[in-house]
């Protein structure tokens, strides 16, 4: 797996979704090399119509799992869509209970996000048992490069020292900071001006909610009132209580209530007495 993430091309598709420049012969062995490391499944092809003329197109799809114990996984379904016009990705995670075989939705991020479904501090876990517990994930860290996208946060504090840590995993892994271009490749969600925080709420549990605007998650109380995609609570509880049995560890969200003020200079937000530069707050913000 080393050759496949390190490579610059494989951050550019996975982060940014589209890739128009990628050149096919590199998009093939990237492909083979995910097919060589990953269960997948390949749809026939399909004419899609544009501009009144049809193109082939082909998805395929790669289930990246990170095992959780004897009864869970965590899988990110990774999709790569090609046609002659284009070639993008999107991504859904999910938690595979191993003995039902069945996945519940955790968030997704395909143009419409719903991201953020994992507290700091169980990532901080889950991240510290694949390293030491999952053949497929230990002594590399690419999980952590690979599912930071899903984090919650809640306090710019967290953002910064993820920010070290992350850009510490990619210059150990060769893989550049920034593209050609000037783009980032990594992007930690802050949806500051939505004043979301960790909330643990009795016969639900632990919930990421927001004062003003619950879209950018569905693990709180507003997605339980009908909505389409409902986050599995129960057996995410205790997919982490068996983590935390196999790490000897307990994991304590922290709640901290955040000062929120909003004293902008140009693009300078000033929160919690911390200083982010250069951030647009509510939308991904790149490291």
Not at 156 to 184: R, Y
Not at 192 to 210: F, P, T
Request: with cysteine; net charge negative.
């Amino acid at each position: 797996m080393k050759e496949l993430f390190s490579s610059l091309d494989f951050w550019k598709l996975f982060v940014f979704r589209e890739h128009y420049y990628i050149d096919r012969e590199v998009l093939n062995t990237q492909i083979a090399q995910l097919k060589n490391n990953f269960r997948y499944d390949e749809e026939s092809t399909i004419n899609e119509s544009y501009n009144g003329e049809n193109y082939l197109s082909i998805t395929t799809n790669f289930e990246i799992e990170f095992s959780c114990g004897e009864n869970y996984s965590i899988v990110l379904d990774y999709k790569i869509h090609i046609s002659d016009i284009i070639i993008e990705s999107e991504q859904a995670l999910m938690l595979l209970n191993k003995s039902t075989k069945e996945k519940s939705i955790l968030a997704w991020n395909n143009g419409i996000d719903h991201p953020s479904c994992i507290a700091p501090e169980e990532f901080e876990l889950l991240t510290k048992y694949w390293e030491n517990n999952d053949d497929k994930w230990k002594n590399t860290n690419y999980s952590k490069l690979l599912l930071i996208y899903y984090v919650g946060f809640h306090n710019p504090t967290q953002v910064a020292e993820m920010k070290e840590e992350i850009l510490k995993e990619f210059g150990f892994h060769g893989i550049p900071e920034l593209t050609e271009t000037g783009e980032h490749l990594i992007y930690i969600r802050f949806n500051g001006e939505c004043r979301y925080k960790w909330l643990k709420i009795e016969n639900i549990g632990w919930v990421y909610q927001s004062e003003t605007y619950n879209c950018y998650s569905i693990r709180n109380e507003c997605h339980l009132k009908g909505g389409i995609y409902v986050f599995p609570f129960q057996e995410w509880a205790k997919m982490i209580e068996q983590v935390e049995k196999s790490l000897n560890l307990k994991c304590e969200i922290k709640t901290d209530e955040c000062n929120w003020t909003y004293e902008t200079k140009k693009t300078e937000y000033a929160l919690c007495d911390t200083e982010i530069n250069d951030i647009e707050l509510g939308e991904d913000f790149p490291f």
